[in-house]
């Protein structure tokens, strides 16, 4: 499996093409502002695009969800709780008076403790709100990967000041199911580097109590 990432738009977000274990399907998850660049990648590379998946629906996760259902006619995957976000991304457009688009409506609901596969690869669906009330990451079930949205990020973790959004329980996301992976596991964020699960435990500030953090 490889995870390709492509950055792009105002927000600097990650859109990430996973190419699944048989080299032939591929997975569009949390379509920003660089989907473009992600489908002339998959395109290039002769992928079919079996699913596009979204870790939750904020604006700039989403915003070239169309274009991406378009193109390849995958269908859309988000937890049902992050539907009246999805449903009212011209409220989020105009809290932070950046353009709008309206997308397509998502096709099916992520479950929680579920198993994707697609192309040989399987990723089991995890649910971590408090950056929104659906948000999930995807977890590899035979790699030492996860895509986690925006719970965390390589020396920060995701805003808690937004529509939905939830400090305590954010942590607790993190604490009981992020922090919960092996160290190794690698975490590939929807903004910034990617990073892992050992170095965030240890580094982190917001996590770290001797830098004025909330846990071990």
């Known amino acids: 499996m490889e995870i390709l990432t492509f950055t792009g738009g105002a927000f600097i977000q990650n859109t990430l093409l996973v190419v699944c274990a048989d080299g032939r399907t591929a997975l569009l998850v949390d379509p920003g502002a660089a989907t473009p660049e992600a489908l002339v990648a998959a395109r290039a590379r002769k992928l079919d695009v079996a699913a596009i998946l979204l ?3 904020h604006l700039d996760h989403v915003e070239g969800v169309g274009a991406a259902k378009r193109e390849t006619g995958a269908p859309v995957h988000l937890h049902p709780l992050d539907r009246p976000l999805y449903d009212s991304l011209f409220v989020q457009a105009a809290s932070f008076g950046v353009p709008y688009e309206e997308q397509p409506p998502p096709d099916a609901d992520l479950v929680p403790g579920a198993g994707l596969v697609f192309g040989g690869s399987e990723f089991e669906v995890v649910f971590v709100p408090g950056h929104s009330p659906g948000h999930v990451m995807f977890v590899s079930a035979s790699e030492p990967t996860a895509i986690s949205g925006d719970v965390i990020f390589a020396g920060s973790i995701g ?31 929807g903004h910034g580097p990617e990073t892992t699960v050992g170095h965030e435990r240890a580094t982190n500030p917001f996590l770290v109590p001797m830098f004025s953090g909330e846990m071990a």
Do not use: F, N, Q, Y
């Open 159 to 189: 805003r808690t000041d937004l529509m939905g959004s939830d400090h305590r329980l954010l942590m607790e996301s993190i604490r009981t199911r992020v922090l919960a992976l092996p160290p190794e596991t690698r975490l590939h964020p």
């Open 55 to 57: 870790t939750h629906a």
